[in-house]
């Protein structure tokens, strides 16, 4: 069985988006939130309401199904993977994705999948985000 990432503790998240730029860092050596591959958004007027979007890692992903040049493929233990040479940038994929967990590079106009690597879940300070089976 694969590990792969979860939220564990919501209502422990106080929005420092350490998890997104350790993401962005890591993969686009870029110190932005925009590059992430999960999504902190703060709902405004309401004092420590934050919605934590992070790949589910599906089995039968609805991202991949609708992908017509097949760049997004099955991961092994479930979610997706990428081929950039595939992909025609049609945005399909994060329409697609019925939790809204895939996020989209503007930039590259590429979809940006969860690697399930725990990277994001190191720099968590409250242990909101891990690994689990």
Same mark, same amino acid.
């Given at each position: 069985?694969?590990?792969?990432?979860?939220?564990?503790?919501?209502?422990?998240?106080?929005?420092?988006? #350490?998890?997104?730029?350790?993401?962005?860092?890591?993969?686009?050596?870029?110190?932005?939130?925009?590059?992430?591959?999960?999504?902190?958004?703060?709902? #405004?007027?309401?004092?420590?309401?934050?919605?934590?979007?992070?790949?589910?890692?599906?089995?039968?992903?609805?991202?991949?199904?609708?992908?017509?040049?097949?760049?997004?493929?099955?991961?092994?233990?479930?979610?997706?993977?990428?081929?950039?040479?595939?992909?025609?940038?049609?945005?399909?994929?994060?329409?697609?994705?019925?939790?809204?967990?895939?996020?989209?590079?503007?930039?590259?106009?590429?979809?940006?999948?969860?690697?399930?690597?725990?990277?994001?879940?190191?720099?968590?300070?409250?242990?909101?985000?891990?690994?689990?089976?």
């Amino acid at each position: 069985m694969s590990r792969h990432l979860s939220v564990i503790n919501r209502e422990q998240c106080i929005g420092c988006f #350490s998890c997104m730029l350790a993401c962005s860092r890591t993969f686009f050596q870029a110190i932005t939130t925009e590059k992430a591959a999960l999504r902190i958004r703060v709902y #405004s007027g309401a004092e420590g309401a934050f919605s934590i979007r992070t790949c589910s890692a599906c089995q039968d992903p609805d991202c991949a199904r609708v992908c017509p040049t097949g760049a997004l493929s099955l991961r092994p233990g479930g979610g997706v993977k990428l081929d950039e040479k595939l992909c025609s940038h049609c945005g399909r994929c994060i329409r697609a994705c019925t939790i809204a967990s895939l996020q989209w590079d503007r930039e590259s106009k590429l979809p940006i999948p969860c690697r399930h690597c725990g990277t994001c879940v190191k720099y968590c300070p409250n242990e909101v985000i891990g690994m689990t089976e």
